[in-house]
């Protein structure tokens, strides 16, 4: 069971991208979904989060207003549209599936249990 992440791209500032997280061998859609991002020399941070539902999603500040996580369960996958983009947004974006968990652990990323390959999201300034 795999999880495909693909959409990254070169984008200026200001602009938007939208990345897509796809399964395969098999169904995520009782998981609860993830992204996840990764700079050049930091620590790989929680981005956003929606509810298996499809309903409830929950955003780290930097995002809050810009980035709109949504999926189509119909379809197993999980969509990041990123909007207004900053050159701080530049990282590898991977997408994880996990269960529901304590509102405190939705960020953490010992709460996914599997992870797609990432995908490069370059905003110029």
């Known amino acids: 069971v795999q999880l495909q992440a693909s959409g990254g791209g070169l984008v200026q500032a200001g602009g938007s991208l939208r990345v897509s997280c796809t399964a395969s061998g098999g169904t995520f859609s009782g998981y609860a979904k993830g992204w996840f991002r990764q700079a050049p020399g930091k620590e790989r941070e929680f981005v956003a989060r929606v509810a298996s539902g499809g309903v409830l999603t929950y955003y780290t500040d930097s995002v809050k207003g810009r980035f709109t996580i949504s999926r189509d369960n119909a379809k197993d996958t999980v969509y990041l549209q990123m909007d207004s983009l900053k050159p701080d947004d530049t990282a590898v974006y991977y997408c994880?599936?996990?269960?529901?968990?304590?509102?405190?652990?939705?960020?953490?990323?010992?709460?996914?249990?599997?992870w797609g390959q990432g995908t490069l999201v370059t905003v110029s300034s």
């Open positions: 994880a599936a996990g269960g529901e968990v304590a509102p405190f652990e939705r960020s953490r990323a010992e709460s996914y249990y599997y």
